[in-house]
């Protein structure tokens, strides 16, 4: 007897679509929904995963993944050599790359976009990447310095930004041969550098179009640019000597891309349309590409059922247990929700962020600045519990951060173990026990302060993990936890603000090592949301990075999180993250399922006989 595929209110949903969808014409020949809102098209301050699919669809890199084993291939560099030593590396690009403007795509275009991700003033998230390149750091640190010691004055601004360029040029080690050749010099061997490369905020960008002035009728590095108040979207501020972007030139109408697409239209919150970018070097499969923002998950379900959509790539819909489950039971079932559901293990772990700094935002002491506080909280919480009944999804548990059998020939350790009365016993050498009244006091008789608990309420599984959380720790620990729930770009801004005590995250994995996950506790970087400072974890990070025997590395970079969870807990991980997504596969071909999860949507088209 087949199960009942959808709950009861589900189902009626479902029926009521049904019956109020017309058989319009499509809007799209690829429809997709998007379960995260996009933020910007500008390749160098991409962070979130929904902004990084768009710019694989807008721009192309220097290399890209092969989307079933993620090995790099030649994208705008046709063929690269490497030094005996290893540190120098030269690309040789394709001179028929075109932007979508028709203009040449030259090694002078990698060569600036990665100088702009090396300025403070671009507030990138990844700048820390290219710090593997040969005085980049050092560049980072000396302009950071000389803004913060800017004094205004007459073309003081213009001064230093000559100075700037001038050192660029003279001490990273990212150099344009010629027009068609891009060397790039490392401070130490980096075995992952071409993944790295591959990376979103690490393709190029159009400067006449990201700074605003028209494009030149020569190349624009060998025209002069135009004076600052003739630059649309880019400021050169006198009084603080920064350079202040603009960013609506990644619009529709400004943007200038080189991927296989171009920016068509772009409401916010509502939809994003891409058509081929005529001078594609490898043009996509797919005519016309629509995104629409669901707020609601169940309303995307509908919409995937009666044919509005093609691919859901996220689902939250509480349906999308009972889905996977007949599935499983099923496999011969053919409902079109259940053949088109699909649940890959991610490279990615979800996990819960301490606030480590010694104060709050507020000014108040922060009790999570005590490393056997954050101990005593991981030690209190039941993952088993978290994925069997409220996730619902059996994801994997994690004691560490990097996703075990993620990376070849690295073993994460097993972390800290589920153990409340060593989770008291923690507490108790913090300075904290329980009262009479099993409530969390310090030897002054004071109270634990209430735990401040964010989340994000793009999903309801987000509150679901919150409320279990905050149950565990009130029983346990007789903490009074408080749950805040926030919309995704209040949630972001308040954790670079560092305005939280504990707040939910998950983290996917950019390059295949270790040190995509590691690199997130380096003291300096942009992703280190969570205040962790510890000099010693550099140092090791570090040395990691200096030696060459990839065993002997692999080995490090093994102890440097065992270090990280079983003493510092900077974050509490949970469970490796499962992406539920829902495409036909009758329909849609290209798709990946590889843990990497990196969808380029210029490889999926239509299977033969398919019709949109």
Same mark, same amino acid.
């Given at each position: 007897?087949?199960?009942?595929?959808?709950?009861?209110?589900?189902?009626?949903?479902?029926?009521?679509?049904?019956?109020?969808?017309?058989?319009?014409?499509?809007?799209?020949?690829?429809?997709?929904?998007?379960?995260?809102?996009?933020?910007?098209?500008?390749?160098?301050?991409?962070?979130?995963?929904?902004?990084?699919?768009?710019?694989?669809?807008?721009?192309?890199?220097?290399?890209?993944?092969?989307?079933?084993?993620?090995?790099?291939?030649?994208?705008?560099?046709?063929?690269?050599?490497?030094?005996?030593?290893?540190?120098?590396?030269?690309?040789?690009?394709?001179?028929?790359?075109?932007?979508?403007?028709?203009?040449?795509?030259?090694?002078?275009?990698?060569?600036?976009?990665?100088?702009?991700?090396?300025?403070?003033?671009?507030?990138?998230?990844?700048?820390?990447?290219?710090?593997?390149?040969?005085?980049?750091?050092?560049?980072?640190?000396?302009?950071?310095?000389?803004?913060?010691?800017?004094?205004?004055?007459?073309?003081?601004?213009?001064?230093?930004?000559?100075?700037?360029?001038?050192?660029?040029?003279?001490?990273?080690?990212?150099?344009?041969?010629?027009?068609?050749?891009?060397?790039?010099?490392?401070?130490?061997?980096?075995?992952?550098?071409?993944?790295?490369?591959?990376?979103?905020?690490?393709?190029?960008?159009?400067?006449?179009?990201?700074?605003?002035?028209?494009?030149?009728?020569?190349?624009?590095?060998?025209?002069?640019?135009?004076?600052?108040?003739?630059?649309?979207?880019?400021?050169?501020?006198?009084?603080?000597?920064?350079?202040?972007?603009?960013?609506?030139?990644?619009?529709?109408?400004?943007?200038?891309?080189?991927?296989?697409?171009?920016?068509?239209?772009?409401?916010?919150?509502?939809?994003?349309?891409?058509?081929?970018?005529?001078?594609?070097?490898?043009?996509?499969?797919?005519?016309?590409?629509?995104?629409?923002?669901?707020?609601?998950?169940?309303?995307?379900?509908?919409?995937?059922?009666?044919?509005?959509?093609?691919?859901?790539?996220?689902?939250?819909?509480?349906?999308?247990?009972?889905?996977?489950?007949?599935?499983?039971?099923?496999?011969?079932?053919?409902?079109?929700?259940?053949?088109?559901?699909?649940?890959?293990?991610?490279?990615?772990?979800?996990?819960?962020?301490?606030?480590?700094?010694?104060?709050?935002?507020?000014?108040?002491?922060?009790?999570?600045?005590?490393?056997?506080?954050?101990?005593?909280?991981?030690?209190?919480?039941?993952?088993?519990?978290?994925?069997?009944?409220?996730?619902?999804?059996?994801?994997?548990?994690?004691?560490?951060?990097?996703?075990?059998?993620?990376?070849?020939?690295?073993?994460?350790?097993?972390?800290?173990?589920?153990?409340?009365?060593?989770?008291?016993?923690?507490?108790?050498?913090?300075?904290?026990?329980?009262?009479?009244?099993?409530?969390?006091?310090?030897?002054? /008789?004071? !109270?634990?302060?209430?735990?401040? $608990?964010?989340?994000? @309420?793009?999903?309801?599984?987000? #509150? &679901?993990?919150?409320? *279990?959380?905050?149950?565990?720790?009130?029983?346990?620990?007789?903490?009074?936890?408080?749950?805040?729930?926030?919309?995704?770009?209040?949630?972001?801004?308040?954790?670079?603000?560092?305005?939280?005590?504990?707040?939910?995250?998950?983290?996917?994995?950019?390059? /295949?090592? !270790?040190?995509?996950?590691?690199? $997130?506790?380096?003291? @300096?970087?942009?992703?280190?949301? #969570? &205040?962790?400072?510890? *000099?010693?974890?550099?140092?090791?990070?570090?040395?990691?990075?200096?030696?060459?025997?990839?065993?002997?590395?692999?080995?490090?970079?093994?102890?440097?999180?065992?270090?990280?969870?079983?003493?510092?807990?900077?974050?509490?991980?949970?469970?490796?993250?499962?992406?539920?997504?829902?495409?036909?596969?009758?329909?849609?071909?290209?798709?990946?399922?590889?843990?990497?999860?990196?969808?380029?949507?210029?490889?999926?088209?239509?299977?033969?006989?398919?019709?949109?």
């Amino acid at each position: 007897m087949a199960r009942l595929l959808i709950p009861p209110l589900l189902l009626l949903l479902v029926l009521l679509g049904l019956l109020s969808v017309d058989q319009h014409e499509r809007e799209a020949d690829l429809v997709l929904a998007s379960d995260n809102e996009i933020f910007t098209l500008d390749p160098q301050r991409m962070s979130w995963l929904g902004d990084m699919r768009m710019g694989y669809a807008l721009f192309e890199g220097i290399v890209r993944w092969n989307p079933e084993d993620f090995s790099p291939q030649p994208a705008v560099a046709n063929s690269w050599s490497i030094s005996d030593d290893r540190l120098v590396w030269t690309f040789h690009l394709d001179e028929d790359a075109k932007w979508s403007n028709g203009a040449a795509v030259t090694a002078h275009d990698f060569v600036w976009s990665w100088q702009r991700l090396l300025l403070p003033d671009t507030a990138a998230d990844y700048s820390n990447l290219l710090f593997i390149v040969e005085g980049a750091e050092d560049f980072w640190n000396w302009r950071g310095e000389a803004l913060a010691n800017f004094t205004p004055g007459p073309g003081a601004a213009e001064t230093l930004l000559d100075e700037t360029e001038r050192r660029f040029g003279d001490t990273v080690g990212i150099t344009a041969l010629n027009d068609h050749t891009l060397e790039i010099r490392l401070a130490h061997p980096v075995p992952y550098l071409l993944d790295l490369l591959a990376f979103a905020p690490l393709m190029p960008v159009y400067r006449p179009a990201v700074e605003g002035w028209p494009a030149p009728p020569v190349a624009w590095h060998d025209a002069t640019a135009p004076p600052w108040s003739d630059r649309q979207f880019v400021t050169l501020v006198p009084e603080t000597g920064r350079i202040q972007p603009d960013h609506r030139w990644a619009r529709p109408g400004t943007l200038v891309s080189n991927g296989p697409y171009v920016l068509d239209q772009w409401r916010y919150r509502r939809d994003l349309r891409l058509i081929p970018n005529p001078h594609a070097h490898a043009p996509g499969h797919i005519d016309s590409v629509l995104v629409r923002s669901f707020p609601d998950p169940n309303t995307a379900l509908l919409a995937f059922r009666s044919g509005e959509v093609d691919w859901l790539t996220g689902i939250s819909a509480d349906v999308r247990q009972d889905l996977l489950e007949t599935k499983a039971a099923e496999p011969e079932n053919d409902d079109i929700l259940v053949r088109s559901i699909h649940a890959v293990p991610a490279f990615g772990t979800e996990f819960f962020s301490f606030n480590c700094g010694d104060t709050l935002a507020s000014g108040a002491a922060n009790p999570f600045g005590d490393a056997r506080v954050r101990r005593a909280f991981a030690r209190a919480t039941d993952k088993q519990m978290i994925v069997d009944h409220v996730t619902g999804l059996h994801e994997p548990i994690s004691g560490s951060f990097t996703p075990k059998q993620s990376v070849a020939g690295y073993e994460p350790p097993e972390g800290l173990n589920f153990n409340p009365d060593r989770a008291l016993q923690e507490l108790s050498d913090a300075g904290w026990h329980k009262n009479v009244d099993g409530q969390l006091v310090n030897t002054s /008789g004071e !109270p634990f302060p209430s735990v401040d $608990l964010k989340y994000t @309420t793009s999903s309801p599984r987000n #509150r &679901r993990i919150a409320t *279990a959380l905050r149950s565990q720790w009130q029983d346990r620990l007789g903490v009074d936890v408080t749950l805040s729930g926030q919309d995704s770009k209040s949630f972001g801004a308040d954790l670079r603000a560092g305005d939280f005590m504990v707040a939910r995250g998950r983290w996917y994995g950019d390059w /295949g090592d !270790p040190t995509t996950f590691l690199e $997130l506790f380096r003291s @300096t970087n942009g992703n280190n949301d #969570r &205040r962790f400072k510890n *000099a010693d974890i550099d140092i090791q990070l570090d040395a990691a990075a200096a030696e060459t025997d990839p065993v002997a590395r692999m080995a490090m970079l093994a102890d440097i999180e065992r270090e990280l969870f079983e003493i510092h807990m900077p974050l509490l991980p949970i469970c490796q993250l499962v992406e539920v997504t829902m495409h036909d596969p009758d329909e849609l071909g290209g798709m990946t399922t590889h843990p990497r999860l990196i969808q380029y949507i210029g490889d999926i088209h239509r299977r033969s006989g398919a019709k949109p």
